[in-house]
Nanobody, 115 residues
């Protein structure tokens, strides 16, 4: 059974930092392209960042220079380091893994940026 389990969300003040983690099981993690998406209330889910099996990264323009995606293949975990957080970063953040047509999602973790 494939599982992606996110953790690390919470409430943070503007300008603060959080690190999200997504632990994968049931897949050969090293083969998969993985990433983070987010959905704010009343908005469509959108890309935050992705990292390929080879380590190539891609970021949404709104998070470039503030967020960093990384992966640990030995631990089957993908991370999202979020710095200089803004209220508009408030959303449910979900991780995803895909490879050869197989696509899996985690349940999401809430990030709230507010003073």
């Amino acid at each position: 059974q494939v599982q992606l389990v996110e953790s690390g969300g919470g409430l943070v003040q503007p300008g603060g930092s959080l690190r999200l983690s997504c632990a994968a099981s049931g897949i050969i993690f090293g083969f998969y392209n993985v990433g983070w998406y987010r959905q704010a209330p009343g908005k469509q889910r959108g890309l935050v960042a992705t990292i390929s099996s080879g380590g190539t990264t891609n970021y949404a323009d709104s998070v470039k220079g503030r967020f960093t995606i990384s992966r640990d293949k030995l631990e089957s975990t993908v991370y999202l380091q979020m710095n200089s957080l803004k209220p508009e970063d408030t959303a449910v953040y979900s991780c995803t893994a895909n490879w050869r047509g197989a696509n899996y999602w985690g349940q999401g973790t809430q990030v709230t940026v507010s003073s």
